[in-house]
């Protein structure tokens, strides 16, 4: 299947690992000549001539970080600088930490929502003038699952991810006349250099073994594995693609069936 992705010019924010570079990573496979974000200016390098590598077509790294605004400017400035246009964003970029809601400080809140929920806000705000006056464009926010799966030990995570489910369909309302497609992907747990951390923390706090935590989570969901990064980037791929054109405003929970409810 032709996804009509070829030349398109895709920003993937967050991507210097995990699911961001492989969003990369399968834009550029298709075609895309990709432009990624983060702090890691080392690891972007790196990413970035993958892409190239898959693409056979320029790719460019900017290092930058997306808590503060005038990076966040200087990163599409400098996009639109290069290519001329910028008819994919992907948001990505940020990881919200949890812990016991009365002992989380004000600055944990303020730090993480600043990164991810501000950061998602300010690059779909920067880039939205762009996509109006080139005739339309897409916009995929990656919103973690605990947006619809509220926890008191992740209330940080869960609440940002459900203000951004709600950003995402009121951005696709606001952006529905310019041809502004803008859906979101709600990936559960997804085995990346993250997720790896996490278990292996979990494992030396707990005196348990890496193998029997990483059984232990992977049972609980129905298709007996947690997701890939390739998995969440095949589905923004596509929803980011000329294949998805009539889709806009919803938010697809990639989760192998864990999450108990009947919305998508």
Not at 149 to 159: D, E, Q, R, S
């Amino acid at each position: 299947m032709d996804l009509g992705l070829t030349d398109k010019v895709a920003l993937v924010t967050g991507a210097s690992k995990g699911i961001g570079k492989a969003v990369a990573l399968t834009l550029a496979a298709e075609g895309a000549r990709v432009a990624i974000a983060a702090r890691d200016a080392s690891a972007l390098d790196k990413v970035a001539a993958e892409c190239r590598d898959r693409s056979r077509k320029d790719a460019v790294a900017v290092a930058a970080d997306l808590s503060r605004l005038e990076d966040v400017e200087r990163v599409v400035r400098e996009v639109k600088d290069r290519y001329g246009r910028i008819d994919i964003l992907v948001n990505n970029a940020g990881a919200i930490r949890g812990g016991n809601f009365l002992q989380i400080p004000d600055a944990q809140w303020m730090g993480d929502w600043n990164l991810k929920l501000l950061g998602y806000i300010r690059m779909a705000r920067a880039v939205f003038p762009l996509m109006e006056a080139q005739g339309g464009g897409r916009i995929c926010n990656v919103v973690g699952a605990a947006g619809r799966n509220p926890a008191p030990t992740y209330l940080t995570g869960g609440a940002a991810n459900a203000a951004l489910i709600n950003f995402t369909k009121g951005l696709a309302d606001l952006g529905a006349p310019s041809k502004i497609l803008v859906t979101a992907v709600s990936p559960a747990a997804t085995k990346t250099e993250r997720w790896d951390s996490l278990i292996a923390a979990q494992a030396a706090a707990s005196g348990r073994s890496v193998e029997e935590l990483q059984r232990e989570a992977e049972a609980s969901y129905k298709l007996g594995r947690i997701a890939t990064s390739e998995d969440i980037a095949d589905m923004v791929t596509f929803l980011v693609s000329a294949r998805a054109s009539f889709v806009t405003g919803i938010c697809v929970t990639v989760d192998g069936g864990s999450t108990r409810g009947v919305y998508p």
